[in-house]
């Protein structure tokens, strides 16, 4: 009977066990019946996708992204500690690496001239 009842319910576009909520802001929502025994697994299983996207974004490991949570006081700081930590370290990757290369640039560098003079002595030769 619940089965048709769900059926009977689905073909006039109704949606099945649904309540509508009144927020705080006065705008209504709906949503589903969720058992309350479901909530900490549904809560724990959005949080988890949201951990494993930040992560993703923002090149951390997960485990770094829990351990930076699990000392602040809301996902949003989280985040905003997160994307400074990659941009700080983007910053350092960036010195490291002009230092480790400083005497590469230099032989680039008088490649480069070298290229750059004899082009230079060609179009003199062509005007």
Do not use: C, W
Not at 3 to 10: R, Y
Not at 50 to 79: H, N, P
Request: proline share 1%; glycine share 4%; net charge negative.
């Amino acid at each position: 009977m619940l089965q048709l009842t769900f059926f009977k319910d689905s073909a006039r576009g109704q949606q099945p066990s649904s309540h509508s909520t009144t927020t705080a802001s006065g705008t209504s929502t709906t949503h589903s019946n969720v058992h309350e025994g479901d909530i900490t697994h549904f809560a724990q299983v959005g949080f988890d996708a949201l951990v494993q996207s930040l992560a993703v974004q923002q090149g951390f490991q997960v485990d770094v992204i829990r351990t930076v949570y699990k000392y602040l006081s809301s996902y949003e700081k989280t985040v905003e500690v997160i994307e400074a930590m990659r941009e700080a370290a983007e910053v350092h990757t960036i010195a490291e690496i002009l230092s480790r290369t400083e005497d590469d640039d230099v032989e680039d560098n008088s490649i480069i001239d070298d290229s750059v003079k004899e082009d230079s002595v060609k179009s003199e030769e062509e005007e």
